[in-house]
C-alpha cells in the first residue's frame, strides 16, 4: 500500500509540467506589493493587466504580484472602488514596484466580486465582497457574514435563527472556517441571533463549495477563508455601531506611524435588559412574595460577547509579521424560583484563537509565510435544582466538552513562469479533544447523597502532519489547470492513518465571456463534530478519529458553464458527493450509564448528495440583485440506525430559491430585501417509548428516520440604509430592518400532542423589527 502511493505521488508530481526555462532565461521578473493609498494595508487579489500580451495577473492575500515580461510593458492595476493605475516599465532587468490606488466615491454603485466567476480556475470558488455583506438585511440590525452566505446556491442555515451552513449535502461539522489560519469550531453565537465572526473586522473572504485547493486541508464540505483586517498606517480611525439586541466598537490606527498598526473590534448584547422592570418589581417585597406563591419567578438572562484585535508590523517592504487574536463568549441562564424550588439551568460556551506569523518574498518569484496558531472551544451545560420542602435536596449535574489544536506551517507560491504558479507547504498540528465529562452532585442536610462523574475525564490527543503542492498551469491562453495533492498523516494514541488527496480543476474559455469547468476533489477530515439538543439550542461536541472512528472521505466532482453579458453575471452548476465514514448520535441501544462516548455513537454512515446550482447576479447600478435555485437530493445510511435503509438527510431541501436586491433611491438612500424558499424540512415522529431496563438506557422509539416532512419554508426580509456625512466630516448611518416582514409562521419543530394524537408544528419567529445606528470618524 505504501509502495502504492508513492508511485501515486511521484506520477502526479511528473504531471506537472516541468518546461518554460528558456522563456524564464529570455525574460525579467516585475513584481511588487498593491496598497490602498493611505492606510498602507496590501489589496488581496486586485488585478494586473499586462497590455502587450494582454494576460491578468491577480495579487495574493498580501497583495503581492509577480509576472514575466519579455521587454518593455505597460501594466494596468485595478481594484473595485479604486482608480486604476498605469504604469510603464522600460527596464530590462527585474523591477520592484510598489503600487498604491486611491479609493473613490463611485459615479454608480458597484459591489463586484474581485474575479469574474467565468474567469476562475477554481470551480466552486466565491470571492465574497464584504460590501455585499453590509447591504444585506439582517436578523439583529447588523451585518452578518454566514447568514448573508445562505443566500448563494448549494447553502443552507439549517434551524431557522442558528448561524450554521450546510454546503451541498454535508453537515455543518464538515465546515472549516479559518480566520488568520486559526480554524474556529462554532459559529454558532448569542442562540444562534448573529454568528462569532464580526464583519467589521473582516479584510478579505474566500468560499469555496467544491474543487478545493490542495493548500486546505481536514474539511469535505466547505471553507471559509477569512482574513481580518489591519489597522491603518497613516490615521487613527473609530467606528461605533448601537442596535436594538447588540451594539459594537471598532478602532485602528498607527503605532509607529508607517511601520505598525492595530485594530481592535468588539461587540456586545444586551439581552438582559428585559429583565429590569422584573427586577425593580421584585424590590417591593409584598410583589416578590405574591410572585413566589403564584406563577413563581422566571427570568431569562443572555451575555454574548466577542473581540478581535490585530497587530501587524511592515518590517521592510518585502517583510510584514502579524498578531492576530479573537475571543468570544456566550452565558445563557434561565432561573425559576418557587415556594418549594428553585431551579436554574444553562450553558457557557467560550471560542479562543491566536495566530501569529510572518510573510515576505524573498526573491521576485518567492513569496513565503510561515505562521502558527491555537485555537480552543469549549461549552459547558449545567442544571442546579434546590427542593425546599422536607426533602432539603441540593442537585447539580453538568457535561462538558472541549477541543483543542495547536499547529506551526509554512507556505510558499513560487512564480514559475507567466504560465505556472506553485505553492506548496507543510503543515504540523496537534489535537487535543475531551469529549465527555458529565458530573451529578446531590446533597441534602444529611450528608452527600451521590457524587458522581461519568465520562472521560482524560484528554484524547493526536498529531496531524501534512504537505501539499499545487499548480496553477496556463498551457494554452484559454486554458488553465489547477492540479495538487495533499498527502496527510494522522496519529492518535496507537493508530495512525496516512492519506492522500488528489485535488484538479480544470477550465476552458469558450469564448471572451464564457467558460465551461470540470473538477474532482478528494478530501478526508479527521475530526468529527456531534449535534444534540439541549432545550431548543445546539450542543456541539467534537471527537477525534481513533481505532473506533476512521476518517470521513469525500469524493466529489462538479462541472459548471459560466458567463457574463448585459451587466449580468451568472453559471449553472452540478455536483455529486459520495462521503464515507460519517458519524451519528444512535437512537438506540446505549448502554445504562455508560461514560465512553464512542459507545453512543454509530461511525460507519454512508452519505450521498447531488444536485444542480443556478446563480444569477446584477452588481452595478442603481438595482442590484441575486437569483439563486438549487435542486438537489441529499441521503444517509448507517447500519444500526433505521434498520440500515438510507434516510433523507435532515436538511435535505428538494428546492430552494432566493432572490435579493438592493436599489440606491437616490444618494444616501438605499432600500435591500431578500426572499427565500425552501421546502420542507425532514424530520422523525415518535412511536413509542422504551423505559429502560439494566443493560440499556431509556429512549424513544422510531418507526423510521426522518420520514416526515415539515410545511415549505418562506421568508422576506427588508431593510432600508440612509447614510451621510456630517458637517464635521464624520460618515454616520441608520438601518431599519424588518424580518419575516409578512409576517409568516414557519414550522421549525414538529410533535405528536400524547392527548389528542394530533400533530402540533411550532414556530419561533414572527415578523421582527430593529433598528441600528452607526458612526465612523
Known sequence: MNRLKRLVFISILSSFPAHGGSLQAQSHNVYGYVKYKGSEEGIPYAYCINLNNRGITYTNHEGFFSLKSNGPTTLIFGFVGCQPDTVTISSLKDTLLTIYLNPHELEEVVVAYREKLHMQTILGKIAVPV????????????????????YLPGITNGKEGFSHLYVRGGTSGQNLFLIDDAPLFTTNHALGLVSSINTEAIGNIDLYKGGFPARYGNCSSSILDIRMREGSRSE?????????????????GPIVKGKTSYMVAARTTYFDVINIPKRIKYLDDLEYQLALQNDGISMISLNAFDINTKLSHQRTQNSKQYLNVFSSNDFYSAYNKSQGSDNNSGFNHHNLLVSAGSRRNYSSSLFVSTSAAYSLYSNTFFNEL??????????????????SYLSVKSSADYYFSSKMHYKFGVDVSAYAATPNIAQEIAKSASGTLRDTTYGQNFIFRAIHISSYVECEYKPFVKTSINIGLRASTFMDQGNEYIKLDPRVSYKTML?????????????????????????????EVWILSSHRVK?????????????????????????????YNLVEYRFSGVGQNTGNIYDRISSDGQGEAYGVEFLCEKNSGKVRGTLAYTISWSERSFRDINQGEPFPFTYDHRHVLTLTSSITIQKGWEISSSFRFMSGQAFTLTDGYFAGNESFESHNLYSTINGYRLPPYHRMDVMLTHEWTSEKGSLKHFRLSIYNAYNRRNASYAHVNPSSGKLVLTSIFGIIPTISYGIAF
Request: zero cysteines; aromatic letters at 10%; charged letters at 25%.
Open 386 to 403: 434546590i427542593y425546599k420542602d422536607e426533602r432539603d435536596e441540593h442537585n447539580k449535574s453538568s457535561d462538558q466538552a472541549k477541543i
Open 131 to 150: 460590501s455585499k455583506i453590509e447591504s444585506s438585511p439582517t436578523f439583529a440590525g447588523v451585518p452578518d457574514i454566514l447568514k448573508s452566505l445562505t
Open 511 to 539: 469564448s471572451e465571456k464564457t467558460s465551461l469547468k470540470t473538477s474532482y476533489t478528494l478530501n478526508h477530515q479527521f475530526t468529527h463534530l456531534l449535534l444534540s439538543n439541549f432545550k431548543g439550542n445546539p450542543k
Open 551 to 579: 476518517p470521513q472521505e469525500v469524493h466529489q466532482i462538479a462541472a459548471g458553464f459560466f458567463g457574463s453579458g448585459h451587466h449580468l453575471d451568472y453559471g449553472i452548476e452540478g455536483f455529486y458527493k459520495k462521503m
Open 236 to 252: 487613527h480611525e473609530y467606528k461605533v455601531e448601537i442596535g436594538t439586541l447588540t451594539a459594537g466598537a471598532t478602532i485602528g
